[in-house]
């Protein structure tokens, strides 16, 4: 498929008015709003973490046009999942690969293009204002995918030109009217009849602003068979990022991946990230301090006091899938190690700040999950059976009770059910099945959620989609309110794409998604209020984690590490 890219007219008379270059210094900039698509939902007050080649995530390619005009960069924002939770899943396609050009004397993205595909070559036109972009990756099992996409710089328009989906690894241009590429073989069987993985072939075309989508067929072209050629080095393309922005007094910062966000009262915001366990922002919107680590912060859970927060921060690799879980003292960046583990963990906190520490590993069946007291203190360990990086998320916010999933059938992702843990006895007692009615009661996955108390009751308003042998379709994801502890379902929303983050405030739900929308329900009935496409600096971002606090604070943290902090209304 053809990426999507958009044009930052807003950053530019920002720009205009010379307040580009402080924010890309301090991490921070001002905008206006987010582009409404039915009714407002939030403003943006400033975006926290913002800097040069802020959308592109970790660069791959790096190349500038001849005129030296244009900086184009291909990269990626990682791939939406850690070993707690997986929210890859949508009913189009996910685009975590950007391609950005940039104006090199002021840096502004002008084009932002998603796509599918790894970005592995970038070839600005001799004469023509285009942009060549080759992508693609093998499937990791018998395919070699991709596609070839021209951006048309005038206009923003970009077309994915090759008629069936090939991995195209290297570009150059010949001259004004053919093209030279590199492409995998299609298959294994390809490979091993060539003996080798690549093939290169020319595209001549009288006018390239003029060809149209799914047009060019490869095999109307000779190909000759060489060997694969790999020109992507995100070493060498992050200091060449780093060099440009030191040339005009920036700094280039990689950040990605937001997973954790939290809105304290005075203002502060704190952040979980790649190579970041936590971090914190003043209420003025300025670094305050930073916890490096070299995996990945994936949960802050603010303690009842709002003085410290237990963070869990995985190793980031399958190889290495130690979690560290530690509390953190939120004046200062303080850290006290509370536990090492030699398996990744997912942390469930209730509103009294007992937390326990769930085993995510694949053998994790085998171990009991130990709770603590709000002190840190062991009061007991409960049996919940296999953790399933799909199916047992259930992140409720502010529950009364310490909340999980466990499957009560013969396999643990079959026929899972709410439980709770009882304080007195320190045993699990079922609440109620996660299947809300028989037409969802195939199998609900991922339930990220929050528990609220309002005139209709105390209840849980929680996400998850169905499970279909073709994947996520078209209305498979539901938000839907539960009453508590009965589980009876008062009302329902359908949508369709994975659900990222759900927080409350105000007689509202929140919810994100990973088609980049945020959506606002009332909590009483589940009415529609609005809802908007998630932009910085003019061009969408993925959310990926979500926070509120009275009275109208709404945080977001975002897939290329970047955190929208927002003012909304009320119900």
């Known amino acids: 498929m053809g990426g999507s890219a958009a044009n930052d007219e807003e950053a530019d008379q920002a720009a205009s008015r010379g307040s580009a270059a402080k924010p890309q210094n301090s991490g921070r900039r001002r905008l206006r709003s987010m582009t409404d698509i039915e009714g407002t939902v939030a403003s943006v007050r400033y975006v926290l973490g913002d800097g040069p080649f802020a959308e592109i995530g970790e660069a791959r390619v790096v190349v500038t046009d001849p005129t030296g005009e244009h900086i184009a960069v291909g990269g990626s924002a990682g791939y939406p999942q850690w070993a707690g939770r997986d929210v890859a899943k949508t009913s189009g396609t996910g685009v975590w690969n950007h391609v950005g050009v940039y104006d090199a004397r002021t840096l502004r993205c002008r084009w932002l293009l998603q796509l599918r595909w790894p970005v592995n070559a970038l070839a600005f036109h001799p004469e023509r204002p285009i942009l060549a972009v080759g992508s693609g990756s093998y499937d990791g099992g018998y395919m070699f995918e991709g596609e070839l996409t021209l951006l048309d710089l005038d ?162 690799r399958w190889d290495d899938p130690r979690a560290i879980i530690e509390r953190v003292g939120l004046a200062d960046g303080s850290r006290e190690p509370l536990h090492i583990l030699g398996y990744p963990a997912v942390i469930t906190t209730d509103d009294s700040g007992r937390f326990a520490v769930r085993d995510t590993s694949y053998e994790g069946g085998h171990r009991p999950t130990p709770v603590f007291d709000p002190s840190g203190a062991l009061v007991a360990e409960v049996q919940l059976g296999r953790y399933d990086l799909f199916n047992h998320f259930f992140d409720i916010r502010r529950a009364p009770a310490l909340l999980f999933l466990k499957g009560m059938g013969k396999e643990p992702y079959e026929d899972k059910w709410v439980v709770a843990l009882d304080p007195e006895r320190h045993v699990i007692e079922p609440l109620f099945p996660l299947a809300w009615d028989a037409v969802c009661g195939r199998q609900i996955l991922d339930a990220p959620g929050v528990f609220i108390s309002d005139a209709e009751g105390d209840a849980v308003i929680h996400a998850g989609w169905l499970h279909h042998g073709h994947g996520l379709l078209p209305g498979n994801v539901h938000v839907v309110r539960r009453s508590y502890p009965d589980g009876r379902a008062r009302w329902t929303h359908s949508a369709d794409h994975q659900v990222t983050a759900v927080d409350a405030l105000g007689g509202i739900v929140y919810v994100t998604f990973n088609s980049g929308e945020l959506l606002a329900l009332r909590t009483t009935d589940g009415h529609v209020l609005g809802r908007q496409r998630l932009m910085a600096n003019g061009h969408p971002v993925v959310p990926l984690s979500l926070g509120t606090h009275p009275p109208d604070t709404v945080v977001i943290g975002t897939m290329d590490g970047r955190i929208l902090v927002c003012r909304v209304g009320k119900a």
């Open 155 to 316: 206009s923003g328009r970009d077309v994915s030109i090759l008629k069936a989906s090939r991995e195209v690894t290297r570009l150059c241009w010949r001259d004004g009217q053919t093209l030279e590429v590199t492409l995998s073989v299609r298959d294994d069987d390809e490979l091993e009849e060539l003996g080798t993985s690549a093939v290169t072939t020319t595209i001549t075309l009288d006018d390239w602003t003029a060809v149209s989508a799914r047009s060019v067929r490869v095999a109307d072209f000779p190909a000759t068979p060489v060997e694969g050629v790999d020109d992507t080095n995100r070493a060498t393309a992050e200091a060449a990022l780093r060099a440009i922005a030191s040339g005009m007094g920036l700094r280039r910062v990689l950040r990605r991946r937001v997973w954790a966000v939290a809105a304290l009262a005075d203002g502060r915001v704190l952040a979980g990230l790649d190579q970041v366990a936590a971090e914190c922002w003043t209420g003025a919107g300025e670094p305050l301090w930073s916890l490096p680590t070299d995996g990945t912060g994936c949960q802050i859970l603010v303690d009842p006091g709002g003085a410290t927060a237990i963070v869990n921060t995985w190793r980031g």
